[in-house]
C-alpha cells in the first residue's frame, strides 16, 4: 500500500496535482484532538508530511453517540497554539449519530459525513462546489436541503437511499453522477436547471419520482438513468 501511494504521489508531482486530505493507511496511526467538542486530525500533503493547516473533522470511533443535538463546524480552530482551516469532513463522522441541525463552514473543500446520520437539518453556505460521494445516503430524518448557488457536482450517491423529499437542484449545477438519487422514495418531483450537462447511470433508479423537469442545456443523459 505504501509502494502505491507513492507511485501516486509521483505521478501527481509530474502532472502538477495537488493532493490533500489523504488518509493514512490502516497501519499508519494519527493523533485526533477535541477542539469545543468536535473531533479533528490533521491531513498529509503529497509528501506525506502532516499539513497542520488543513484538517478534518472525524467520528469519535469508540462512541458514535459523541455528536448529538446542533454542531456548528467553524471555519478555523487553534489548538497548540496553531490555527488550521476546517477543509473536510470524515466520510464516517456522523454515521449513527443523532443530530438536530449541522452548520456547515464555508471553507469545505465538499459536503460529506452523514452516511447513515440521523438529522433534521444541515446548513451548506455559499462557496462549496460539491455534494461529495454518499454524502447523504441512508440519512435519516432529512427531509430537505438548501444547496447553495455555488454546488457544480453532485457525486456518486449522494443523497441515495435516503429519506430527502424536497430538493431545489440550483442554476450551476453541471453534473448528477450514478445513483445520485438512487432509492429515494419520498422524492417526487425534481427540476433540473439548465446548467446540468451530465446525468450518470442509475442516477434516479428506484426512486419515488413522479414528475421530473429536463432543460434542454443536458448533452448526457445514461440511458439507465431513470
Known amino acids: 500500500m505504501k509502494t502505491i501511494r507513492i507511485l501516486m504521489m509521483m505521478i501527481c508531482a509530474i502532472f502538477g496535482f495537488e493532493v490533500y486530505g489523504y488518509v493514512p493507511d490502516d497501519d499508519e496511526e494519527y493523533e485526533a484532538f477535541e477542539v469545543d467538542g468536535i473531533l479533528y486530525r490533521y491531513a498529509y500533503d503529497e509528501w506525506d508530511n502532516l499539513d497542520t493547516d488543513y484538517v478534518i473533522v472525524c467520528p469519535a470511533e469508540s462512541n458514535r453517540s459523541f455528536y448529538s443535538g ?15 482551516t476546517v477543509k473536510a469532513i470524515d466520510p464516517t463522522t456522523f454515521e449513527n449519530c443523532t443530530l438536530d441541525k449541522v452548520i ?11 452516511y447513515y446520520a440521523s438529522v433534521n437539518e444541515v446548513v451548506i ?32 450517491s449522494a443523497f441515495a437511499d435516503s429519506e430527502i423529499e424536497y430538493l431545489i437542484i440550483p442554476e450551476g449545477v453541471a453534473h448528477i453522477n450514478g ?28 426512486s419515488g419520482i413522479e414528475e421530473i423537469t429536463i432543460s434542454e442545456g443536458i448533452k448526457s443523459i445514461h440511458e439507465r438513468t431513470f
Open 70 to 84: 446542533t454542531i456548528e463546524i467553524p471555519k478555523t480552530i487553534e489548538y497548540q497554539g496553531v490555527t488550521s
Open 104 to 114: 456547515l463552514p464555508a471553507t469545505l473543500e465538499s459536503v460529506s459525513g452523514f
Open 125 to 156: 453556505p455559499e462557496g462549496i462546489k460539491l455534494i461529495d460521494h454518499s454524502a447523504f445516503k441512508y440519512c435519516k430524518k432529512l427531509k430537505t436541503v438548501q444547496l447553495p448557488s455555488s454546488i457544480e457536482c453532485i457525486d456518486i
Open 179 to 206: 445513483h445520485a438519487f438512487r432509492g429515494c422514495k419520498n422524492l417526487k418531483t425534481l427540476n433540473l436547471p439548465s446548467s446540468i450537462t451530465f446525468i450518470g447511470r442509475e442516477a434516479f433508479t428506484n
